[in-house]
């Protein structure tokens, strides 16, 4: 396997490294709890307060759309923890940035409880890049001086009738604490899914910047009106969060049906007898980590799964199915005929043309880029490359290794002319791999 | 239908230009009131801030998800508004703001800008008299804060709602007859809800405004939250409409392997639809049927090519392949939650009444009540499409071709409802070409009754399915269905079966 920057981090295995990090960075944190003078009794109730919401924050956690899991509310009430200055007009508390995350980390791990007992899975990585974020935060505020030595904590008093620089001071303050969280869990997933990581922080940022506006927001507001209010401010100023989170889950609960149709839509080919059992659901799952691996933005892995999980749909136009389902073994001309009829199926929805552009040109041999110089997207190529190793393997159980080099070394003969150099070594990276979890399982 | 509410409009058009009229001069009455008594607005920042974010609020494009969740952030302003600019305030900004309104035509937009200035001074005179404060730095501390300025807002933010909701449904009476009454009914139980939320965000507002020292930005803070909520109501909207047009146009390819039923799912759906309005069924059941009626023959692609087109020679192997359709199609979809409801639907929407039908001898109320109406549907449709063998019948002759099997192959409430629904719809027929018809000779409708009925007869055992002679049990029935198999000139096995017919 070649060595190079873009596997540092699977190599390192980020995803199990986070958990670890976050948990040494909440015993530092509890140890500095311990070791700080006595917090008054005060101090003690809004704390309790800020634990059991972040708690509830955790229980009420969302699946973003494209799969990935956060918790805006328990975020939000641990950003506005570690942005905690006055609570009333004349209280103000005297914690610091270990109290805070020692607080947040009994808060989330106690919000966890309810889906260990029931043994859903938890994300380690994700929860690990939350407490590591609020940790940032807290320290960003509490301690760093920023001016003349002091903190943003103690320079609050200085800007009593400007609070509007306050305000601005804590976006920028949650701003870069979700930044930490996009770069750690962009880390993870780097390591997780195998993807260059530039192209995971591209696809965190961009997709995480809707609801990272709305969390810097609402854990500002929340330590603001702390002032004015007293804890109260704490659930009260969690409402409008409340409905961009509802918001949310509809639309990934609609992505995730979405999905669901694709993937049955794709058993049309099978269920009418035209391509062998699980056929399109091994070329969407190869295609897509294969994809990865050649670091393609999550919109366009989308395409490209819907793409692959739809690629034999112009069979249904045919009269009698391919023998086998296997689009490789058929004439160049019908393999072209059959990507048509594809796409031209799929364009008529009128919502996935991008889908049908991968369709249309599946069957195209690689040659014509370098010949012709017409412009095959990456999706199809991979979809081309992908769906004539699952043709060559098929189910086989049996033998599997055999008919696995063989298969690659057909396609080797294909290589240049039919198929994309850097995609075929995009499958075999993706197949080691695969080979590897096989063997150490 | 249509018609006759187009007409109501153009007779009654003068009194509701009277009304809007009334309107406007209410709205400007009010304006110069409020001037003159609580005079004009102190706070000038304030006051062109809240107009800004007004204008903003109703050039943004609506989510457009159904009538469920509504989203108006001129709502919100509004209620700001009362505590910040006072009752002059509330008028200019809520008239200015609704200026701004793209696409409407002058006098929806005058009518528009009068109503929202009404209803956002009414808010305001109604938070000064409950007693709320405008002197925000005097409060201190949660209990004095919901006191003085929360309880006053709830009181305001009612007030509001019914303004509103008292001055469209006179707009709407005038213009489309609806009755007054059970409009404003309507609009209160809809959006009362979402009323108090704006009330409670408005309250949020105005404390990080005045009391919190925070000033215009916290427009920006309350308001980023909303942004996105509202941003993903709009993706939510435009994914659901995306999924629904995927779903369509793939049936519809679906249906271009028998190009002979081509646009029958759509149509079936439809009327499926109307049929459900004298059944009174619920919304949940009614959108459960719509699926279920789109995808009712989508197992149809799990049925050779050859049995759908060449049907001449047509044996028992070949009509049983046809009719495992119904459960094929379960198959595909068993996987898609949203259609969870739907799948009892597909599977039996080719039972019998009397329990002769296909796949599991179901008889009267043990079909499901979506199947009952699509096994009506369905055959109204194929029997009002031209076939080769026959034009197509009428609607009225269609309909007395179903009432005639009414009680043995069909439900007759439901048959009653189709009755209902083609005396109160029009039902084009659905003719074909010399050319289609041509391509189509010899094709089986297995959905028309008359010819489903007579290839059953021709065929040998035939008589077993179609007219049983003594009454059985429905496992009996049942046996007696599956032993076609027992047939010694056929193969047993199933996949052996799907084999042979696969053959070419």
């Given at each position: 396997m070649r060595l190079g920057l873009r596997d540092l981090p699977s190599r390192l295995r980020l995803h199990r490294l986070l958990p670890v990090v976050s948990i040494a960075v909440a015993a530092g944190a509890v140890a500095a709890a311990i070791a700080s003078p006595r917090l008054p009794l005060q101090d003690w109730g809004i704390l309790a307060v800020f634990a059991v919401v972040i708690a509830v924050g955790e229980v009420n956690r969302i699946v973003l759309p494209g799969g990935r899991e956060t918790a805006p509310m328990s975020l939000a009430a641990g950003y506005a923890l570690a942005m905690?200055?006055?609570?009333?007009?004349d209280y103000r508390v005297s914690f610091g940035a270990g109290v805070v995350v020692a607080t947040a980390s009994v808060g989330m791990l106690a919000g966890a409880v309810p889906a260990l007992i029931r043994r859903w899975p938890v994300r380690a990585d994700d929860l690990a890049a939350r407490l590591l974020s609020v940790a940032v935060a807290a320290l960003l505020f509490r301690?760093?001086?920023?001016?003349?030595?002091?903190p943003l904590l103690t320079l609050q008093d200085n800007w009593a009738s400007t609070r509007w620089v306050t305000a601005i001071s804590m976006v920028l303050v949650s701003g870069v604490a979700l930044f930490v969280q996009s770069f750690c869990v962009a880390m993870a997933t780097a390591s997780r899914d195998h993807r260059p990581f530039w192209r995971s922080l591209l696809d965190e940022v961009r997709q995480g910047a809707g609801l990272g506006a709305a969390l810097a927001a609402s854990g500002t507001l929340i330590a603001l009106a702390e002032r004015p209010m007293?804890?109260?401010?704490l659930p009260v100023f969690l409402v409008p969060l409340v409905l961009t989170q509802f918001a949310i889950r509809r639309f990934a609960g609609i992505r995730e049906t979405y999905g669901q149709t694709i993937r049955a839509l794709s058993r049309l080919t099978e269920i009418g007898g035209?391509?062998?059992?699980d056929h399109p659901a091994r070329v969407a799952a190869l295609s897509v980590a294969m994809g990865r691996d050649l670091g393609m933005s999550d919109r366009d892995t989308l395409d490209l799964e819907y793409a692959a999980l739809l690629h034999?749909?112009?069979?249904?136009?045919?009269r009698e199915p391919i023998p086998g389902g296997a689009?490789?073994?058929?004439?160049p001309a019908d393999q072209d005929r059959i990507a048509r009829d594809g796409a031209g199926i799929v364009r008529q929805?009128?919502?996935?043309d991008h889908v049908a552009v991968i369709l249309a040109s599946q069957?195209?041999?690689?040659r014509h880029v370098r010949e012709l110089g017409e412009d095959l997207p990456l999706a199809s190529r991979i979809i081309k490359v992908a769906n004539a190793y699952d043709d060559l393997v098929?189910?086989?159980?049996?033998?599997r290794a055999r008919k696995h080099t063989a298969a690659i070394e057909r396609i080797h003969l294909g290589l240049g002319y039919e198929y994309d150099p850097r995609v075929v070594e995009a499958l075999i990276r993706v197949l080691e791999r695969r080979a590897a979890v096989v063997g150490a399982g | 239908m249509t018609r006759r509410s187009a007409a109501g409009v153009r007779r009654s058009s003068t009194a509701a230009n009277v009304y809007i009229g009334a309107v406007i001069a209410v709205a400007v009455a009010a304006l110069v009131l409020s001037w003159r008594i609580?005079?004009?607005?102190?706070?000038l920042v304030a006051l062109i801030t809240l107009t800004g974010l007004g204008i903003l609020g109703v050039r943004l494009r609506e989510p457009?998800?159904?009538?469920r969740i509504a989203f108006s952030f001129i709502s919100i302003v509004l209620i700001a508004c009362n505590v910040l600019v006072g009752p002059t305030g509330c008028a200019i900004v809520g008239g200015v703001a609704l200026?701004?309104?793209?696409?409407?035509p002058p006098r929806v937009r005058a009518f528009n800008v009068a109503m929202t200035s009404i209803f956002g001074v009414t808010g305001a005179w109604a938070y000064i008299l409950a007693?709320?404060?405008?002197?925000?730095?005097?409060l201190h501390g949660a209990g004095e804060l919901l006191v003085h300025v929360g309880l006053p807002l709830l009181v305001a933010d009612v007030a509001q709602m019914l303004v509103n909701a008292l001055l469209l449904s006179g707009v709407v009476r005038l213009n489309s007859g609806v009755p007054f009454r059970r409009f404003f009914v309507q609009i209160v139980s809809n959006s009362g809800i979402a009323y108090i939320g704006y009330g409670v965000i408005g309250f949020l507002f105005v404390i990080l405004w005045g009391p919190a020292d925070v000033g215009p930005f916290s427009a920006v803070l309350i308001l980023a939250p909303l942004f996105v909520a509202r941003w993903a109501f709009v993706q939510f909207g435009d994914e659901q409409r995306a999924h629904e047009r995927t779903l369509s146009a793939l049936v519809a390819a679906v249906e271009t392997k028998d190009?002979?039923?081509?646009g029958h799912s759509a149509r079936i759906a439809e009327l499926a639809e109307w049929m459900s309005e004298p059944l009174s069924m619920g919304t949940q059941e009614v959108q459960a049927l719509r699926y279920a009626a789109m995808l009712?023959?989508?197992?149809?692609?799990?049925?050779?090519t050859r049995v759908l087109r060449r049907?001449?020679?047509?044996?028992l192997v070949d009509l049983e392949a046809l009719t495992r359709h119904s459960s094929l199609g379960v198959k595909l979809v068993?996987?898609?939650?949203?259609l969870s409801g739907s799948l009892d639907g597909i599977r039996h929407h080719h039972e019998r009444w009397d329990g002769?039908?296909?796949?599991?001898s179901l008889a009267g109320d043990e079909i499901p009540l979506i199947s009952r109406v699509i096994a009506v549907a369905d055959a109204f449709d194929a029997l009002t499409t031209d076939r080769a063998e026959r034009p197509a019948f009428s609607p009225a002759q269609a309909l007395k071709q179903i009432e005639q099997r009414r009680g043995r192959q069909f439900d007759p409430h439901v048959v009653a409802a189709l009755a209902t629904v083609v005396d109160r719809h029009d039902w084009p027929v659905t003719t074909a070409s010399e050319e289609q018809l041509d391509q189509m000779?010899?094709?089986?409708?297995?959905?028309d009754p008359i010819a489903w009925e007579k290839v059953w007869t021709a065929a040998p055992r035939s008589g077993q399915i179609v007219q049983d002679p003594e009454p059985a049990t429905r496992r009996a029935r049942r046996r007696r269905v599956d032993?076609?198999?027992?047939?010694?000139?056929?193969?047993?096995?199933e996949s052996a079966v799907a084999e042979q017919v696969r053959a070419p």
């Open positions: 905690t200055w006055d609570v009333g007009e301690h760093l001086g920023v001016w003349d030595g002091q007293g804890i109260v401010a035209y391509t062998r059992r034999d749909i112009g069979q249904v136009a045919l689009t490789m073994m058929a004439a929805t009128g919502v996935l069957a195209k041999p690689y098929g189910e086989a159980r049996a033998r | 609580a005079g004009p607005p102190t706070d457009d998800v159904g009538s200026a701004f309104e793209p696409g409407r007693g709320g404060s405008t002197q925000l730095s005097d190009s002979n039923a081509a009712h023959d989508v197992g149809k692609i799990g049925v050779p049907p001449r020679t047509l044996s068993r996987d898609i939650d949203f002769l039908g296909y796949p599991d000779r010899g094709y089986l409708d297995h959905d032993g076609i198999r027992d047939d010694p000139r056929r193969i047993p096995d």
